[in-house]
């Protein structure tokens, strides 16, 4: 019957992200299975867990939307998500999930948690951040860039970050019975794995440059035509940042936390 139940919530809330134009259709089919492996290990605690991440997120995404229009055109995506979206934010939680189902290893619920606070940490960071109004730094050129661009920070957005990570941190403490300590490396791998996504983002992350109007953009088209790639790795797009920050972020904690607490 718990099942049945929770197989209703994730449609509606499926649902309601594609009716509201948070996902597409492939991305809602995606966040149907990142909740159906959530719950399967995880139960409520890790669909809401889940859920906080998905909710808070799009509300930022969709906070103030006017004003990030010129942002957009630097990104490879919309605030809309689709399945490769989904997958680079919750593929990897899920995965965790589904192991704790089968192996029962409390590290992997720790995994979790580090997983979805810094899919938080950094989605926060970048939604928040490009409504401040000073100018970001590069962490590759140390200079003033224009918003949006990848591998940049402000101090709004870093503010947003550390609040991003706490936030499931403090939420990871009371669903999953959580230490103080564990909770704090929670948090403090989340908002690391948001740091990991800057600097890969700003050093390896592909940037391309439209010949039609000179715009550095994560776009492989814009303008109506190809752009032409300035630096980076091809296959190192925002999605794959996103996936291997957090994985490595996720790792790290995991070896720590053994270390420290021998689980």
Known sequence: MNSFFYFIIIIIAVFFGYVGRFLTLSGSIAAAFVG???VLGLHIEGLFLLGLFFATSSY???YKKDQKDQVEERLAKGSRRDWLQVIANGGCAALT???YYITGEPLYVIA????IATSNSDTW???IGTLSKKLPLSVRSFQLV???TSGAISALGTLAGIA???L???ASLFLFAFSIEIAFLVFLFGFFGNLLDTGLGALFQATYRCNHCSLETEKTYHCGQRTEKIRGFSLLNNDVVNLLSSLLAALLGCIVINELYYF
């Open 125 to 127: 960071a970048s939604e």
């Open 97 to 99: 999930s589904l192991l």
């Open 168 to 170: 499931i941190a403090i």
């Open 146 to 148: 224009p918003k949006g």
């Open 112 to 115: 979790f948690c580090i997983l």
């Open 164 to 166: 991003g990570s706490a």
């Open 36 to 38: 159906i492996l959530t």
């Open 60 to 62: 930022w995404s969709k």
